[in-house]
């Protein structure tokens, strides 16, 4: 069954690569990455563009309210994503390498 994992992100590159790279390297392989930044005025898409197999998505800022545009950025990448399961991981976190198998 495919997994999405769903990334949303606003000027984390400071911990970004270590986030891509817990869910591209994954122990169950049937999954799909999302990422969705939200207008990041860093190197965030610079980054994300690194990994060939992580679908991108860009989004530019609505509201001048941090909680509002992070809600439109994750529903924007889960009307994106095909997963029976989906899996939300925030750009200044990481996962297990076996979160999704387990």
């Known amino acids: ?3 999405s994992i769903l990334i949303s ?3 984390k590159s400071k911990y970004l690569e270590e986030c891509l790279k817990s869910a591209v390297n994954q122990t169950y392989k049937n999954i799909e990455i999302i990422f969705s930044d939200n207008g ?3 190197n965030s898409l610079e ?3 690194k990994f060939k197999s992580i679908n991108t998505l860009v989004n530019k ?10 809600i439109e950025v994750i529903l924007k ?3 994106k994503s095909k997963g029976e399961y989906i899996f ?3 750009s200044d976190d990481f996962f297990e390498l076996d979160k999704i198998e387990k």
């Open 40 to 42: 990041s005025n860093d």
């Open 1 to 3: 069954m495919l997994c």
């Open 77 to 79: 990448a889960f009307e």
């Open 61 to 70: 800022r609505s509201t001048n309210f941090p909680a509002l545009n992070q």
């Open 9 to 11: 992100n606003f000027n």
């Open 88 to 90: 939300f991981l925030d």
């Open 47 to 49: 980054i994300a563009n």
